[in-house]
């Protein structure tokens, strides 16, 4: 079943992402959503403070209008590329902006907040999508008995052995 609401969320914040600051009235024009869907959702944003109001602006006519971005210290968003031979992860803010670029860089981050050094590490963990191979070389995999795969793979890209499973 088709979600209207959440499609509409979507497409403000989409067009958001392109256009870059806007008012209400662009965002209708440019998603096609009447004016008052896009008031009513953008007023949802701004309470859940998902955007702000990056300037007011006057005009000769009329009540002056608020021109909306999208706030990106709202949160944060880790993109994981997971690849046969690699895995990469960036953390974006909510403006899909980098703030930090590489798992390496976020690992580090994490370590330094947490006070452990690389000494301390014992392993990594990193959920990726389940696989069938019993090729030799390939993860190993086993039900799990609620209808998805466990899969593991012990590697050691970094002179200290780590653990792959899949939900």
Excluded at 5 to 28: D, I, K, T
Excluded at 98 to 114: Q, T, Y
Excluded at 145 to 158: A, K, L, M, Y
Excluded at 159 to 165: D, F, I, Y
Aim: charged fraction near 20%; include cysteine.
């Amino acid at each position: 079943m088709r979600d209207v609401r959440s499609e509409n969320r979507f497409e403000v914040l989409h067009a958001l992402l392109e256009l870059g600051p806007s008012s209400r009235q662009e965002l209708a024009r440019h998603t096609g959503l009447s004016l008052a869907t896009v008031t009513t959702l953008v007023g949802k944003f701004l309470a859940e403070g998902v955007l702000r109001i990056a300037a007011v602006e006057r005009t000769a006519v009329g009540r002056p209008y608020e021109r909306l971005t999208i706030n990106p210290d709202r949160g944060r968003i880790v993109g994981v590329d997971v690849a046969e031979t690699y895995v990469d992860a960036t953390v974006y803010d909510l403006a899909l902006d980098v703030v930090l670029d590489g798992i390496v860089g976020a690992i580090e981050a994490a370590l330094k907040a947490s006070g452990t050094g690389r000494e301390g590490i014992m392993g990594v963990g990193v959920s990726t999508p389940a696989t069938s191979s019993t090729t030799p070389g390939s993860p190993s995999s086993r039900p799990t008995g609620t209808g998805t795969t466990s899969t593991s793979r012990n590697c050691s890209p970094s002179g200290c052995g780590c653990r792959w499973r899949a939900p």
